[in-house]
T-cell receptor
Framework: GAVVSQHPSWVICKSGTSVKIECRSLDFQATTMFWYRQFPKQSLMLMATSNEGSKATYEQGVEKDKFLINHASLTLSTLTVTSAHPEDSSFYIC????????????FGNGTRLTVT | AQSVTQPDIHITVSEGASLELRCNYSYGATPYLFWYVQSPGQGLQLLLKYFSGDTLVQGIKGFEAEFKRSQSSFNLRKPSVHWSDAAEYFCAAPGYSSASKIIFGSGTRLSIRP
């Protein structure tokens, strides 16, 4: 149980275009989802906390106008990288918790974004 | 502030040998602790978690971890590693200031020597 599906698994786009990444909880409802960014050989950096029905909470230094997050339902959160640039190329991972505080997170398989 | 530290960046062990990956935490109270594994190009999979009770926690894939309050440690162990265990391992804990945030250690890359 507790499966998180992330799509697409990889995407290549041109500079200036926007890319949407979806994160779905398949067999549970997730009021909160999280978006991480991971650089090669580094740990995960939390970008934002996505709350169903409300605005996302962004970590310091993360541009909310660049990384748009929408959590319109209890099973879907989307991250849109707007006007992408090569420096946005990275591995993006979403996660969700099936219950409250201190519950382990369930992760999607990540999306490899390459901006050319 | 709370933190999770993994002092080893990269470890190589021979297939069939035992493994111990170190994790130290800094918390004011009894922490909740997790170990995750990440295969190349993949998301993270939960190996095990410690909430309370028995300090020796059994996880999936033959892994276990022991919570030692006196040493502020939560080391991951496996008695005999397999080539498929080669991956990145992350120790993690919920954030104290925010109920939703998870703090990850910097990760330990495990390589397996044939």
């Amino acid at each position: 149980g507790a499966v998180v599906s992330q799509h697409p698994s990889w995407v290549i786009c041109k500079s200036g275009t926007s890319v949407k990444i979806e994160c779905r909880s398949l067999d549970f409802q997730a009021t909160t989802m999280f978006w991480y960014r991971q650089f090669p050989k580094q740990s995960l950096m939390l970008m934002a906390t996505s709350n169903e029905g409300s605005k996302a909470t962004y970590e310091q230094g993360v541009e909310k106008d660049k990384f748009l997050i929408n959590h319109a339902s209890l099973t879907l959160s989307t991250l849109t990288v707007t006007s992408a640039h090569p420096e946005d190329s990275s591995f993006y991972i979403c996660s969700a918790s099936s219950s409250g505080y201190n519950s382990p997170l369930h992760f999607g398989n990540g999306t490899r974004l390459t901006v050319t | 502030a709370q933190s999770v530290t993994q002092p080893d960046i990269h470890i190589t062990v021979s297939e069939g040998a035992s493994l111990e990956l170190r994790c130290n935490y800094s918390y004011g109270a009894t922490p909740y602790l997790f170990w995750y594994v990440q295969s190349p190009g993949q998301g993270l999979q939960l190996l095990l978690k410690y909430f309370s009770g028995d300090t020796l926690v059994q996880g999936i894939k033959g892994f276990e971890a022991e919570f030692k309050r006196s040493q502020s440690s939560f080391n991951l162990r496996k008695p005999s590693v397999h080539w498929s265990d080669a991956a990145e391992y992350f120790c993690a804990a919920p954030g104290y200031s925010s109920a939703s945030k998870i703090i990850f250690g910097s990760g330990t890359r495990l390589s397996i020597r044939p």
